[in-house]
């Protein structure tokens, strides 16, 4: 298995973090690797994400998990088991009130093709610290 993850702490409510999160249409305005996302994300919809790493290449994943406030799962995969992508987006209230949150952003990669197709797969640490950073100033500075 080949993962990818990043976590920061969002002094916001887990609805208004989940709310930017499902808002395809604006995710180009705060996530720096984001060219546009197409399609509803929802429960079993299909959407496809573009991205600047790889501008000329859709990414279309399944939304394959969907708690609202609290989880939500994108994932993608060859018959077989062949290869798989696997994103996860937890939201987990600290402290006392519910005015902070941690997000933990992991994208794992598996399947029987993964030695091979994981060399083609860049280094995607800085990718996830840039998500975060993003989705923490968004929900912080917009009411």
């Known amino acids: ?27 180009p ?8 996302i197409e399609g509803n ?6 959407i496809t994400v573009y991205t600047k790493l790889s501008p000329n290449r859709a990414f279309p994943v399944t939304v394959s998990e969907f708690v ?3 989880k939500m799962v994108w ?16 939201l987990t209230p600290v402290g006392k009130g519910k005015g902070t949150v941690e997000v933990v952003t992991r994208e794992e ?6 030695p091979l197709i994981g060399r083609t ?6 990718t996830f610290k840039n998500f975060a950073a993003g989705l923490k100033k968004q ?3 917009t009411k």
Do not use: H, Q, Y
């Not at 995969?77 to 987006?89: D, I, Q, V």
């Not at 990669?109 to 993964?114: K, N, R, Y």
């Open 1 to 27: 298995m080949k993962s990818f993850s990043a976590t920061t702490t969002i002094a916001a409510s887990p609805d208004k973090i989940w709310k930017i999160l499902t808002d395809a249409a604006n995710f």
């Open 75 to 90: 994932s993608s995969a060859m018959p077989l088991g062949l290869f798989k992508g696997e994103r996860t987006f937890t």
């Open 139 to 141: 929900a912080e500075t």
């Open 109 to 114: 990669f598996s399947g029987l093709l993964l």
């Open 41 to 46: 994300i929802a429960l079993g919809e299909k």
């Open 68 to 70: 609202v406030g609290k």
């Open 29 to 36: 305005n705060w996530e720096p690797n984001v060219i546009r």
């Open 121 to 126: 797969i860049p280094d995607l640490t800085e």
